[in-house]
Each structure stands twice: as structure tokens, then as C-alpha cells.
């Protein structure tokens, strides 16, 4: 009777996890999503749009909205022919905003794309240096996962940048490169410093929740 109870403890609290894990990946997906929005409405708004060029993006928008929609209502196609076909009306659909702009804007847009990365670069120089103070990296260390979080920095970037990708893959293999570089840095860290990170980590985690 002990052995059953334990079991059945062990599946809730397994189950529980899972559950709570799948909430999390829900709610990240939201974020990032409403994150990607506000990035285009920022965008948008600083390319200074006319009204006239405003209501051709939104019938452009509408319309592609509508070739989605019946295309994911089309049960006649395979999964690949599926998404063949997305990736072509989303290259449609981004030519036909980038016709609407005129040469000053698009020259605009792609200065803030740059800006854009320049600011990721710094953000990840800055966590880089943050790590190697918490956790008192030696050069040695420093240099090694400074050189893995390149690779994959520039992996995740080839990512972002591969048009071919549905939004729902994409975001599956970020987070895998993610979990990916999370583990790989540990085989560079003592014992106590890999003891330390889970510490900073879990007191990051309270502090989110308050």
C-alpha cells in the first residue's frame, strides 16, 4: 500500500511538472509573440507611413490574413505542400510591403535592423562580462564559453534570418539552442561554480514571481 502511495505521489508531482512546464512554454510563446508585434508597430511608426501607404499595409495585411486562413482550411494538401505554399504568400506578402515604401524608408528600416542587432550584441557582451564576475571565470573559462556563446549567438541568428521556417519551428529550435547552451557552458565550470549558477537562477526565478 506504502509502495502504491509513493507511486502515486511520484506521477502527481511528475505530472504537476509537466503541466507547469507546458504553461510556461504557452505563456513564453505569448510573450514573444506580442513582443514580435509591438517590434513591427514600432517599426512602422518610426518609418513615419503616410495614411495612404497605412491602408495599403492593412488591405495587404488582411489579405494575406484571408490566404492563411483558407489555406489552413485546405485538407487537399500535404503537410509539405502546406507549408511550401505559406512561405511563398509570406515572400508575397513582404514584397508587396516593401513596394509600399519608398527608398528613404526602406534605407531606414534597414539602419534599424543593424541598430537592432548592434543592441542584442551589446546586451550579450554585457551578460558575458556579468558571468564572468558572479561566478569568478577565469581567462581561460571566459574565453571558451565567450567563443561557444558566439557560435551559437550566430546559430540562433541563422534562425531568426531563415525565411523558410514557419514561426511555430523557428521558436521550437531557438528554444532548443537555448536549453542546448545552457548545458553546454557547464562542462567549462567547477562544481561550485555550476552550484553558484543554479543559485542565481533560482533567486532570478522568486524575484520573477514577486
Known sequence: MKKILLSLFAFAAIT????????????MKGVDRHHEKNNKQMMMKELNLS?????????NREAFKKQMQELNKNENITVKEQRDRKEALKK???AKMMAILTP??????EQMKKDKQAQRELKFAQKME???TNLGLSDDQFAKIKAERTANHAKMQ????NEK?????RKEQLMALKEQNKESIK????????????????????????
Not at 504537476?16 to 505563456?27: D, I, T, V
Not at 528613404?104 to 528600416?109: F, R, V
Not at 521556417?165 to 519551428?169: A, C, K, M, N, Q
Open 158 to 161: 541563422a534562425i531568426r534570418d
Open 187 to 210: 562542462k567549462y565550470l567547477t562544481p561550485e561554480q555550476i552550484k553558484k549558477m543554479e543559485e542565481m537562477k533560482q533567486h532570478k526565478g522568486k524575484k520573477t514571481v514577486r
Open 165 to 169: 521556417l514557419s514561426r511555430t519551428e
Open 16 to 27: 504537476l511538472s509537466a503541466n507547469a512546464q507546458q504553461e510556461g512554454r504557452k505563456m
Open 92 to 94: 508575397e506578402q513582404k
Open 130 to 132: 556579468k558571468m564572468r
Open 104 to 109: 528613404d524608408q526602406k534605407a531606414k528600416m
Open 51 to 59: 495614411d495612404t501607404q497605412q491602408q495599403q499595409m492593412k488591405a
